[in-house]
C-alpha cells in the first residue's frame, strides 16, 4: 500500500514533458512564445475587480543556475483605477514542463515586495515549485515599499494613505493578480489550471485566509503558515506590548534580560517533553512550573543582566498575559499572549524588545519589532493621521474608525461556508514560539471554527503546531512539504495525519520530529535516536 502511494505521488506533482502536454491538449511553450509575451495586455474585462487592466512589460527565458530548464519569468503591472494611486506589480513563473496547476504566493509584513518568493524556508529545497513542474505567481500587494532592505520595505506601511492602496492591500490584489495570472498561463499555455493553491505565511498567511473566504471559488486549497489573519487587533495588540515596555525606561526589557527569560524557561521546561533537546513541547506542564519571579533581582542586583526588576516582572507577565481591548476587535474583544515564558527568546530572535529603553518617534529597525508593526499599522492603516503619537493612542476612543480597518482588512468571521461546500482544504499552522504573532492567536481561529464546524471541521482544515518554531527562527526551524500535502489531499481525497518535518537550524540541520496535530505534541519515547522523529509519538498528555 505504502508502494502504491508513493507512485500516484510522484505522478501528482512531477511536471509533465513537452510531448505529454501536448497529448493533453496543452500547447508545449518554447523561448520564442516566452518572449512574445512581452507587451501582452489584460483587458479590464478580465479582471474580477476593477483595474484599468494590466499589462507584461517583461518576458524571458531564465538561464540562473538551478531554474529549470525552459522557465519563463514574467513580470508586468495591474494599473489603478486612480492615476495617482500606485500599480500593482507582479511576476509569474512558468515552467516548460508544467503539472497542469498553479500557486500563488503570499508577501510578509505591509508586502512592498513582489511575491514570488523561490526555494522558499519553509519548503524542502527539492520541492520548489517551478522545479516541481507549478506555475508560481505573486504580486507586492499594490505598492512598493521604503529602499533600503527587506525589513525597511516589509515594515512599511505609508501606503496606506492611499485608499486605493489600502483596499489593494487589505484583499483586493489577491483577486487582481490572480485573474491576471490566469489569463497569462492562459495565452502561454493554450489552458488554463487544473488546480489552484495558494501559500503564505504570516501577511501571507492572512492572505491565504482572505483567499479562502473572499475568493474561495478561484482556490482548490491554501496553505496559512502563522498568519496574522486579524491584522487590526495583532497590531493593537503589539501596541499594548509596547505600552508595556516604554511606559517608563525601568520597564524595559533589553536583549539580555530576555534571554535570560528563555534561557530559564529552557531550563525548567526542555526536559519536560522527555528529552532536553533545546525545544519545549509539554507546554501544559511548562506553564505550571515555569515561575518569572525566580528571576527577581536580590538587593544589590538591580544591573544584574541575569535578574529582573519588579518593572521588568510586570511588563513581561503583561507580556504573556492576554489583552482585553474594551471593544470588539476582529471579531474578538480580547488577544491572547506572547509565547515569552515558554520557550521564546531561548535563542537569537529578530523579534526582542529593541536596543533603548527610550524608542524613536517615529520607531525605527532598533526598536521593539512589535511597536515598529503596531505604529505602522495603526498611524496608516486605521487612522491616516502623520501626526499621531501612537503610544498615547487608546482604542477604545477610536471604536468606529477600527472597525473600518478591520472590516477592510481582517478575515474577522469563521465563515468559510463557500469554500468547504466546493471541497476547498486549508493547512494551518503555527510554531510554538512565534514572537511576531504569537500563536494563541491561531489557538483562538481554531477555536472559532471548531465552533462554528464541529466534527465536520477534520474535513476541510488540518491545524499543526511547530514546536520550537518561531517566526522563521527559533530552536527548530523547519521544513515541512506542505505544498505537496495540501495538493495529495486535494486530489486524493484523504486528509492528512501528522506531519514530519526536518530542522534547518544552525547545528542541527537534518534532525526530524514529529508534527503533530493541535493540541497533541511530540514526546520523545525514552529510546531511541533523539534526532529522528521515529523516536517521538504524539499525544496529548
Known amino acids: 500500500m505504502k508502494m502504491r502511494l508513493l507512485a500516484v505521488g510522484a505522478s501528482l506533482f512531477l511536471g509533465f514533458p513537452a510531448a505529454e502536454l501536448s497529448a493533453q491538449g496543452v500547447k508545449a511553450p518554447s523561448s520564442a512564445d516566452c518572449s512574445n509575451l512581452a507587451g501582452f495586455r489584460i483587458p479590464r474585462q478580465s479582471i474580477g475587480l476593477p483595474t484599468s487592466g494590466a499589462a507584461i512589460g517583461e518576458a524571458k527565458t531564465s538561464d540562473a543556475a538551478g531554474d ?98 489600502r483596499e489593494n492591500f487589505a484583499y483586493a490584489q489577491i483577486k487582481k493578480t490572480h485573474d491576471t495570472a490566469i489569463a497569462v498561463i492562459e495565452r502561454y499555455y ?41 491584522m487590526v487587533a ?7 506590548v509596547s505600552k508595556s515596555v516604554y511606559r517608563n525606561p525601568d520597564a524595559w526589557l533589553s536583549p539580555a534580560k530576555v534571554s535570560a527569560i528563555g534561557a530559564a524557561a529552557l531550563g525548567t521546561c526542555d526536559k519536560l517533553d522527555g528529552i532536553t533537546d533545546g525545544v519545549i513541547a509539554n507546554l501544559a506542564q511548562c506553564r505550571r512550573e515555569f515561575r518569572i519571579e525566580r528571576l527577581a533581582c536580590k538587593a544589590g542586583q538591580s544591573e544584574q543582566v541575569g535578574c529582573l526588576s519588579e518593572p521588568q516582572l510586570q511588563a513581561a507577565r ?65 487612522a491616516q493621521d502623520l501626526a499621531l503619537e501612537t503610544l498615547e493612542f487608546e482604542p477604545t476612543q477610536h471604536e468606529a474608525m477600527i472597525k473600518r480597518a478591520s472590516d477592510l482588512i481582517d478575515v474577522s468571521t469563521p465563515d468559510f461556508d463557500r469554500f468547504k461546500a466546493r471541497g476547498g482544504k486549508i493547512l494551518l499552522m503555527h510554531g510554538s514560539i512565534d514572537m511576531a504573532i504569537p500563536p494563541a492567536n491561531s489557538i ?98
Not at 489603478?80 to 500557486?103: A, E, M, T
Not at 504570516?202 to 482556490?219: I, M, N, P, T, V
Open 68 to 165: 529549470p530548464t525552459g522557465l519563463c519569468i514574467v513580470k508586468g503591472v495591474i494599473a489603478p483605477i486612480n492615476p495617482g494611486s500606485p500599480s500593482i506589480n507582479f511576476q509569474i513563473n512558468l515552467p516548460r514542463d508544467w503539472n497542469r496547476k498553479s500557486v500563488q504566493m503570499g508577501g510578509g509584513g505591509y508586502d512592498g515586495i513582489v511575491a514570488t518568493t523561490r526555494n522558499h524556508p519553509f519548503l524542502p529545497a527539492d520541492k520548489d515549485p517551478v522545479r516541481i513542474g507549478y506555475v508560481s505567481f505573486g504580486s507586492d500587494s499594490g505598492h512598493a515599499g521604503r529602499s533600503g532592505s527587506h525589513l525597511a520595505a516589509v515594515t512599511d506601511a505609508s501606503f496606506g494613505m492611499d485608499a486605493e492602496a
Open 190 to 230: 493554450g489552458a488554463k489550471p487544473k488546480r489552484t493553491y495558494f501559500y503564505g505565511n504570516s501577511q501571507g498567511g492572512h492572505e491565504a485566509l482572505l483567499a479562502a473566504q473572499r475568493f474561495g471559488a478561484d482556490y482548490d486549497g491554501v496553505v496559512a503558515i502563522h498568519p496574522a489573519y486579524n
Open 234 to 240: 495583532l497590531q493593537l495588540r503589539g501596541l499594548a
Open 318 to 382: 503583561e507580556i504573556a498575559a492576554p489583552t482585553q481591548f474594551g471593544i470588539s476587535v476582529s471579531g474578538a474583544s480580547s488577544f491572547g499572549g506572547w509565547p515569552i515564558f515558554e520557550g521564546a527568546f531561548s535563542h537569537p530572535s529578530p523579534f526582542a524588545l529593541g536596543n533603548s529603553a527610550r524608542p524613536n518617534s517615529p520607531p525605527g529597525l532598533n526598536d521593539a519589532f512589535v511597536y515598529l508593526m503596531a505604529d505602522e499599522g495603526i498611524r496608516y492603516l486605521i
Open 444 to 541: 483562538a481561529l481554531f477555536g472559532r471554527l471548531q465552533e462554528r464546524y464541529g466534527s465536520s471541521l477534520d474535513q476541510f482544515v488540518k491545524f499543526y503546531m511547530a514546536y520550537g518554531f518561531g517566526h522563521g527562527d527559533g530552536t527548530f526551524q523547519i521544513e515541512w512539504d506542505s505544498l505537496g500535502e495540501l495538493d495529495r489531499w486535494v486530489e486524493t481525497g484523504n486528509a492528512p495525519g501528522p506531519q514530519v518535518v526536518r530542522d534547518r537550524s544552525e547545528g542541527h540541520a537534518g534532525r526530524t520530529m514529529p508534527l503533530c496535530e493541535f493540541p497533541e505534541w511530540p514526546r520523545y519515547m525514552g529510546q531511541g535516536d533523539k534526532n529522528s522523529a521515529v523516536s517521538f509519538k504524539c499525544v496529548r498528555q
